[in-house]
């Protein structure tokens, strides 16, 4: 624990260091990190963890840092709305493209509305998606918890097929709403706010219908992290991070923290929420238990000799296409007794490097993948368009390090891909129409 406790105030030293931007894929992966580091020192008592173990993820947090310090950011002209003589043709472009993104934006809301609906059908609620307000609150958690269990076949995976499309809508639909929520237009971010009053109740649906709190928290991260992508880009690389902006998001995940609660008692049928102080205990591995599930899995079943090269990292993608079966798309991971009577299947983005490239592959890896996250960073600044919502992405994943199942779901990737996909084309014709309006 203690030196869990170092690792995360080593981080914070490099999180405040006098160079480097604050709103760089770098950053957010330091402070991703630190937390993790000192959250998991705070609660992981009684709890296994490897030293060895411990000291190589360290490295590789650092090994990510150095990769990324091969990258210079470049500091440009921001963009003034109130300036038609802005020198740098990337920012109208970005802008001209803002309607086709809107339009899209309402069509993906739509079709997930009707997925949404399909897959509560496919989960067998008769009422489709409407079937959630019936029976007060005790139907309500048992839906939750009914729906839960029913996503699993045995020890393999089994969502349904029109929930999966309904998360991959959302997915754009974030990434895209996160653009027109930080553009220097009143009108476009008003209409934006309008457009989530729309939008939101689906997210909620999903989650609540599904009972897995990650439905509700991968979208808010997207749309928080392409606003931030956005920001960035219009100010031309400087940093964008205030504290209202740390405020905001305080409060934001102290709301995801209760609604956590809520799902979690749903699981334990504690629908009184009488058993308040058992489910915090119970959700103690939720954020404490990274480090020590890793360590146990890295110390009982890991082998150096089995690596996989790529095929388990990027197994959201393949497994889709029908090229790769098993872990990370459709194989539950059983979980890991980490000590005290809790277990844990988390093992953060480690686990999959290590299967994928060994011990000393990981170092390797955690090099290109900070230096690629920088370079996307700069070419997001200097290019704009496709490359904002890549960063968008990238922040995501960035942070998601902690905990490697964003990744495992393809959904979410194939939503991202083909969020940045709309981006570069909605820039390509707006750039068109804004070049034949001058």
């Not at 958690?141 to 045995?154: A, D, P, W």
Request: net charge positive; aromatic share 16%; proline share 3%.
């Amino acid at each position: 624990m203690i030196l869990s406790i170092v690792f995360g105030f080593v981080l914070i030293l490099a999180l405040f260091l006098p160079n480097g931007n604050f709103s760089s894929p770098v950053k957010i992966w330091t402070g991703a990190w630190a937390i993790l580091w000192t959250v998991n020192g705070l609660l992981s008592f009684n709890f296994y963890l490897s030293a060895g173990l411990m000291w190589l993820v360290f490295f590789g947090n650092v090994t990510f840092i150095i990769g990324a310090s091969f990258v210079r950011t470049p500091i440009l002209p921001s963009f003034n709305i109130e300036q038609s003589n802005t020198e740098r043709y990337v920012y109208k472009r970005f802008l001209s493209g803002s309607k086709f993104r809107y339009h899209i934006m309402y069509i993906t809301c739509v079709l997930g509305w009707l997925f949404l609906n399909a897959g509560f059908l496919e989960l067998g609620h008769s009422g489709g998606m409407l079937s959630i307000f019936r029976g007060g609150t005790r139907g309500f958690f048992e839906i939750m918890r009914v729906s839960k269990s029913s996503l699993f076949l045995g020890n393999e995976y089994a969502i349904p097929v029109g929930i999966k499309a309904t998360s991959m809508a959302i997915c754009i639909t974030s990434i895209l709403a996160g653009l027109e929520a930080a553009s220097p237009s009143r009108r476009t971010r008003r209409h934006t706010l309008i457009f989530l009053a729309f939008f939101l109740p689906q997210i909620f649906l999903l989650s609540a219908g599904t009972g897995v709190r990650s439905f509700i928290l991968i979208p808010g991260l997207l749309f928080g992290f392409s606003a931030l992508a956005t920001g960035v880009f219009l100010s031309g690389g400087r940093n964008v991070i205030s504290l209202r902006m740390i405020l905001t998001t305080m409060f934001i995940v102290l709301v995801f923290f209760v609604w956590v609660i809520i799902v979690q008692s749903a699981r334990l049928k504690d629908t009184e929420f009488t058993q308040l102080s058992a489910t915090l205990n119970h959700m103690r591995p939720w954020a404490a238990g990274y480090i020590p599930a890793l360590s146990v899995w890295y110390d009982t079943r890991f082998d150096d000799a089995g690596i996989g090269f790529g095929v388990t990292f990027f197994r959201g993608i393949l497994a889709p296409l029908g090229l790769v079966t098993g872990e990370g798309f459709n194989e539950r991971i059983t979980l890991t007794r980490i000590g005290d009577g809790q277990a844990s299947n988390a093992m953060t983005i480690f686990r999959v490097i290590f299967l994928d490239f060994g011990r000393a592959g990981s170092v390797i890896f955690c090099f290109c993948a900070g230096l690629l996250s920088q370079l996307t960073f700069r070419k997001a600044i200097m290019c704009g368009g496709a490359w904002v919502a890549l960063l968008g992405c990238v922040y995501c994943a960035v942070f998601f390090s902690i905990n490697f199942w964003f990744f495992a779901y393809g959904s979410r990737l194939i939503g991202g891909a083909l969020a940045v996909i709309l981006v570069g084309v909605s820039v390509t014709i707006g750039g068109k129409k804004w070049h034949w309006k001058t």
